[in-house]
């Protein structure tokens, strides 16, 4: 007993030195300010004791986030926070439905991207009202009715149902009211960090702040008409399901005629991009939905044991909503930092410009997440079309790998590594 008892203490003695010793050289190619910053600690094995948290902590929030509580000891250093979940946001309650909201103020790495969640009962209303920033929205439960008119003053009326997207650019004056038999709940996202859903155009608002005798002058109407309009601003009320979608095309085309343009985008229009054992991705930019010229999306599945494949977005930071299962990320931040997190449905993820990542699938249901881009268009690169399209010696150099190990890389990006 003894004597194995020491045997098995030399060889834990000998892998916590070689341990040490690669952190030690690691440590050796960065400069002195990133190791002090890393505080040596990438690399080196730690035991169950030292990962021990005996105090005060969250065990709820703590079992959702097993990669913060022990994280890969891959990961290194200080790098912002690129999670926030929805479920801390202040939710404005109204008869009629709720909203609450995740901008930069929430999460300050998300400069080119806000998203708002909103609930409207059947019936319930979001006032008729626009913003600076352009609206893209996915449907995520039930059935709304949106109206807008477009530049030419031609009115759009149209029911969205579950995955279908809509887009409204600056300026254009819209409004989303919940269906039968239970109202809608859906994602708008913003192409702006900065929006706030406290600071639009309300029509109700705009009205009561204008002067009456303005009012009644500017609709040749000298009634006492323009009395009764609410003091507050509506945001979101409750009212009567609408008529049949035909009946009220009909009455707001008028005599202009309804919008040739679609602000709408069906969930049968998306076309799977790419699929594998895997998962798979719709990819939906402005080539596939025109008026969506600055939003691009990536509607993404990924099975248990898939892997959204190591990459990165030349072109635009990268805003992330969950809408299903559990995955992690991890997000390389150059200089030898590395964070992980892990994500669920309500959750928000944020990868800013260029930087590589991947999520993978860590539960035993269906991962899926929407990737959003400031952007007319989507474009990522891949890993693994990197190497396989890069000089073989050349990419060997710096791996220390052997030719076999490169051969057997995909040749083309995959999107979604294969089960
Ligand atoms: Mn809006
Ligand atoms: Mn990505």
Request: net charge negative; glycine share 8%; with cysteine.
């Amino acid at each position: 007993m003894k004597s194995s008892r020491t045997i098995e203490k030399g060889k834990v003695s000998r892998r916590e030195f070689l341990a040490s010793s690669t952190a030690l050289s690691t440590v050796g190619v960065l400069s002195a300010a990133a190791a002090a910053q890393q505080g040596q600690e990438s690399g080196r094995a730690v035991s169950d004791r030292s990962k021990s948290d005996p105090g005060p902590t969250n065990k709820a929030l703590d079992a959702q986030n097993p990669s913060s509580v022990v994280p890969p000891d891959t990961d290194a250093g200080s790098v912002p926070a690129f999670k926030y979940s929805f479920s801390f946001a202040h939710k404005r309650l109204y008869e009629g439905g709720w909203s609450r909201e995740v901008t930069v103020r929430e999460l300050p790495v998300s400069k080119s991207i806000a998203a708002v969640d909103m609930r409207l009962t059947a019936g319930g209303i979001r006032e008729l009202h626009w913003h600076a920033a352009a609206e893209w929205a996915i449907m995520l439960y039930g059935s709304a009715r949106i109206t807008c008119i477009d530049a030419d003053g031609r009115s759009f009326v149209a029911d969205v149902k579950e995955g279908d997207l809509w887009f409204f650019p600056t300026g254009i004056p819209h409004s989303i009211q919940g269906l039968g038999p239970d109202g809608a709940e859906f994602l708008l996202v913003f192409d702006d960090g900065n929006f706030s859903e406290y600071a639009t155009v309300l029509l109700s608002d705009w009205l009561v702040h204008t002067p009456r005798e303005v009012l009644a002058k500017n609709f040749s109407d000298g009634s006492q008409a323009w009395e009764k309009i609410p003091r507050d601003g509506l945001f979101i009320f409750q009212s009567e399901v609408p008529p049949p979608l035909a009946a009220d095309q009909h009455s707001a085309a008028g005599n202009l005629g309804s919008s040739t343009v679609d602000f709408a985008f069906r969930r049968t229009q998306q076309p799977v991009t790419k699929r594998t054992s895997g998962g798979e991705v719709r990819i939906v930019d402005s080539s596939l939905f025109k008026v969506s010229t600055t939003i691009a999306a990536a509607i993404v599945t990924v099975h248990p044991g898939g892997m959204r494949e190591l990459h990165w977005h030349p072109n635009a930071d990268e805003w992330q909503y969950y809408i299903s299962g559990n995955g992690r990320m991890t997000v390389f931040a150059t200089g030898g930092r590395a964070r992980t997190a892990d994500f669920e449905a309500g959750d928000v993820g944020y990868v800013q410009q260029t930087l590589p990542h991947y999520i993978e699938n860590t539960g035993d249901t269906d991962l899926r997440f929407l990737e959003m881009f400031k952007s007319s268009f989507y474009q990522d690169l891949s890993l693994s079309e990197w190497l396989s399209h890069t000089p073989p010696e050349l990419v060997m150099a710096h791996l220390n790998i052997d030719k076999a190990t490169l051969d057997a890389l995909p040749k083309e990006k995959l999107v979604i590594v294969p089960r």
